[in-house]
């Protein structure tokens, strides 16, 4: 009894530390990861928390928002494809300019480093793809969709959580038998958000964008070596121009990526029918960082 109690206490704290750490590595696509990964989750947790019923009608609703995030992510993981070969040929074509040489060691380490990370998003985009091809497309007719192709997704998505029946938890109806564990009669269940499917998903655009990260820094030190060495002269001019540019690129890049755009109602995008659904103080789920 005590071991139950303990790890259901532990429960939310590794949900805690884990939402941290995956916030902080997604920091680099931080939009990738939002749009494609995070949000569209939540709407499928969201939904399944706040149905009442397991109904055809619920059934309908989940297919559609699942279907929703196959879609973003697949045309993520064909940008990370495209980007993950536009990136190692970049950088091998770089690794063979002579100036390279002429580099400290922390460049030419950045670039390998980039270039193995490119590699690494090819062989988890298609991966994924692969494991997409396997869970199954969704009908475009979401009417008639069978149960067991949306828990083969939900299994990939969210994570399971047992309660006792008698939990006095309004998320949890009475009268949803789709709730209770077969083998459990007395434990009921519901689905919650798994940061660590959520970071299992979002890995290819993880490896893309550090790769884009390690090729930045490996040609800053390429650029600027000859501004440490200190030996006035056309390298050091082509250096500090170099500086000024990225300051001033990266200046406006960082703060109109995460500041400058309005927020999106992400969830009547996908159920825009609807429009009984939510409550009027709270149409919808709204893309932000907050």
């Not at 494609?36 to 399944?48: D, G």
């Not at 069978?146 to 938890?169: G, S």
């Not at 000024?244 to 200046?251: D, H, L």
Request: proline letters at 4%; one cysteine or more; a negative charge.
């Amino acid at each position: 009894m005590t071991s139950t109690t303990d790890t259901r206490l532990a429960q939310p704290i590794t949900s805690r530390i884990l939402q941290g750490v995956v916030l902080f590595l997604t920091l680099p696509h931080h939009r990738f990861f939002i749009y494609n990964t995070l949000k569209p989750v939540q709407l499928i947790e969201n939904h399944l928390l706040r149905q009442e019923e397991d109904s055809a009608q619920n059934r309908r609703r989940v297919s559609m928002l699942i279907a929703n995030w196959r879609q973003r992510k697949k045309g993520e993981l064909e940008f990370v494809s495209l980007a993950g070969i536009a990136l190692t040929a970049i950088v091998t074509a770089t690794l063979s300019w002579g100036v390279v040489e002429k580099s400290h060691w922390v460049g030419i380490a950045a670039f390998y480093a980039s270039l193995m990370m490119a590699i690494v998003s090819l062989l988890m985009s298609a991966q994924q793809v692969t494991l997409l091809a396997l869970l199954g497309e969704f009908p475009k007719d979401h009417t008639n969709i069978q149960q067991e192709l949306i828990d083969r997704y939900l299994a990939q998505l969210l994570t399971k959580e047992i309660l006792p029946d008698n939990t006095d938890n309004p998320e949890l109806t009475p009268h949803d038998d789709s709730l209770y564990v077969g083998d459990q009669p007395n434990m009921r269940c519901r689905w919650r958000l798994s940061w660590q499917m959520t970071f299992v998903w979002q890995t290819a655009s993880m490896f893309v964008a550090y790769s884009f990260l390690w090729y930045m820094i490996g040609l800053s030190v390429m650029i600027c070596t000859p501004i440490r060495i200190g030996n006035w002269g056309d390298d050091v001019k082509i250096g500090i121009a170099y500086m000024a540019t990225s300051a001033f690129a990266w200046g406006i890049f960082i703060p109109v990526s995460l500041l400058g755009y309005r927020k999106i109602l992400f969830e009547k995008a996908v159920l825009p029918e609807e429009q009984g659904l939510y409550h009027s103080e709270d149409q919808g789920i709204y893309i932000d960082e907050d």
